[in-house]
C-alpha cells in the first residue's frame, strides 16, 4: 500500500469552479474511473475520476468549496498490482491532456457548414455518452450549449435533437451583423468609485434560466390581453368546502380551480396547447395531454415544475400537488424533467399584490397566464352596482401562431369558466 495526493486534472477552462457534490466518503473503497466529485462551472457539470484503485483516507474537500487543476481532492491508499502500477499525477494529468487533443482533432475533422463556434477544450468535459457526443459532432452542435436533462446535467441524444428544434441558426454573415448591434456597452467608471458595494454570485437556478428566458423575449412577438375574471361564486364555494369526515374546512388554493378551469380551454381553443418548433417548415406540434406548468417564487430563483395530466384529476388532487411540488422546488429536490413538457403555464403574483403584468413565455410553449391579485370591486349588473370579486389576468401569446381575436375568445372562454356554476362542476 501507498499513500497517493489524488488532485484536480486538467480540465480546460474550468477555473475556480464550485464543487457541487462529493460522491465518496473517507474509509471507502474505490477503483480506477470511479466518480469522487462534481465540479460545475457556468457551462456544464463534470464528475472528476479516480486515478488509482484504493481506500479513502482523507477527503480534502466539501461541498461549496472552490478547485482549479492541481487542488487536492484526497489521500488514497492506492492498490500496487502487475496490472496497475502507481502513476505520477503529472503522468495522469499529461494522459488526459492527450485524452483532450484527441478528442479535439475529431472535433475539427467532423465540423459541419453550419456556423457554431466551438470550445474544444471543453468538448471532452460535457456529461454525456460517446454515442450523444458523436451524434451532436455530425449535426455541429457544440454540445457545452446545451442543458442536459439527466442527473448532473448528463446531455441525452434528446436534448441535443431539442436543442437543434428550438434553435434559429444564423449564417455567419447575419452573426457578425448581430454582433455588432448587440455589442455590450461598458460602464466608464466602476460602481465602487460612488460608494460603498458588494458583490455576490448570482444563484445557480436564475444563471440557468437567464439563457431561456433571453431565447424566448427575443424569438417570440409577445402581445398582452388584460381582463378580468368575476370568481365570486368559486371563491364563495370554495371558503364553504369542509372535509366530510372531520368537519373541518378544506383548505383548497384558488389556483386548483384556475388550472381546471385552463384545461377546460385549453381543450376548446387546442393552438393555445401547441409549440411551433418548426415554424420555418411551416409545422407546429398539438399536444394531446394536459400538464400545466405553475411558476414557483423559491429563494433560489424561478422554478415552472409541471402539474401532469391536469384533466384527470380533481380539484383536491392538484391542491395537495402543488404543494409537493412547491416544496420539492424550494428544497432543490425536484427533478429535472418535471420542468418540461408543458402545456401552459401559469404564474401568479396573487399571495403577494398587483394587479396586471406582461409574463414572458415559457419556450417552447406559445402562452402563459398571468394572474394577480383579486379585489372586490362594485360592478354594473343588471342596472344596479353589485359587489363582486375580481381576478385580474393577463394572457402573454406567441402573435405567431395566435392573434388577437382568438386570445380575446380565450379570455372569455377562461372567465366563464372561473366564473357562475362552473366551480361547482370542477370540484364534482
Not at 372531520?246 to 393555445?272: D, N
Not at 401569446?397 to 369558466?417: C, S
Request: net charge neutral.
Amino acid at each position: 500500500m501507498s499513500t497517493i495526493e489524488v488532485k484536480v486534472p486538467n480540465i480546460g477552462d474550468f477555473k475556480n469552479v464550485e464543487v457541487i457534490e462529493v460522491l465518496v466518503k473517507e474509509g471507502q473503497e474505490v477503483k480506477k474511473n470511479d466518480a469522487l466529485i462534481t465540479i460545475e462551472s457556468d457551462k456544464s457539470s463534470v464528475e472528476i475520476p479516480s486515478s488509482h484503485n484504493g481506500k479513502i483516507k482523507s477527503l480534502k474537500l466539501n461541498v461549496g468549496d472552490k478547485v482549479s487543476e492541481g487542488d487536492k481532492i484526497l489521500d488514497l491508499e492506492a492498490e500496487s498490482s502487475n496490472e496497475e502500477k502507481t502513476e505520477p499525477q503529472e503522468k495522469v494529468v499529461a494522459k488526459q491532456e492527450t485524452i483532450v487533443a484527441k478528442e479535439d482533432k475529431k472535433i475539427s475533422d467532423q465540423k459541419t457548414s453550419v456556423p457554431i463556434n466551438f470550445d474544444n477544450k471543453n468538448a471532452s468535459m460535457v456529461l454525456a455518452s460517446p454515442k450523444a457526443r458523436k451524434f451532436a459532432r455530425e449535426l455541429g452542435i457544440d454540445i457545452n450549449q446545451i442543458v442536459g436533462s439527466e442527473r448532473n446535467n448528463r446531455v441525452t441524444e434528446e436534448d441535443i435533437k431539442y436543442f437543434v428544434a428550438s434553435r434559429t441558426f444564423k449564417n455567419e454573415k447575419s452573426e457578425i451583423i448581430e454582433e455588432k448591434k448587440t455589442k455590450k456597452i461598458v460602464q466608464e467608471y466602476s460602481h465602487s468609485e460612488f460608494g460603498e458595494i458588494e458583490i455576490k454570485d448570482i444563484p445557480r437556478v436564475k444563471k440557468l434560466a437567464s439563457n431561456y428566458l433571453m431565447n424566448s423575449w427575443s424569438s417570440i412577438p409577445h402581445v398582452t390581453n388584460h381582463d378580468e375574471a368575476d370568481i365570486t361564486e368559486m371563491e364563495d364555494f370554495r371558503s364553504s368546502l369542509t372535509d366530510i369526515y372531520t368537519g373541518e374546512k378544506k383548505k383548497i388554493t384558488p389556483l386548483a380551480f384556475i388550472i381546471k378551469a385552463l384545461v377546460a380551454s385549453l381543450k376548446k381553443f387546442p393552438s393555445f396547447n401547441s409549440s411551433i418548433d418548426e415554424i420555418e417548415n411551416g409545422k407546429m406540434t398539438l399536444k394531446k395531454y394536459f400538464h400545466i406548468g405553475i411558476a414557483v417564487d423559491t429563494p433560489h430563483g424561478l422554478m415552472v415544475p409541471k402539474i401532469r395530466n391536469a384533466d384527470n384529476k380533481s380539484i383536491s388532487t392538484i391542491s395537495k400537488e402543488l404543494k409537493e411540488v412547491s416544496d420539492l422546488c424550494k428544497n432543490l429536490k425536484i427533478d429535472k424533467k418535471e420542468l418540461f413538457g408543458g402545456s401552459m403555464t401559469i404564474t401568479s403574483l396573487g399571495g403577494i399584490g398587483g394587479s396586471f403584468f406582461t409574463p414572458i413565455i415559457n419556450f417552447p410553449e406559445v402562452a402563459i397566464l398571468g394572474i394577480g391579485k383579486s379585489e372586490k370591486k362594485q360592478i354594473y349588473i343588471n342596472n344596479k352596482f353589485e359587489t363582486r370579486t375580481m381576478l385580474p389576468i393577463s394572457l402573454s401569446y406567441d402573435h405567431r401562431i395566435i392573434d388577437g381575436a382568438e386570445a380575446a375568445r380565450f379570455n372569455n372562454d377562461l372567465k366563464e369558466n372561473l366564473g357562475k356554476n362552473f366551480a361547482y362542476k370542477l370540484a364534482v
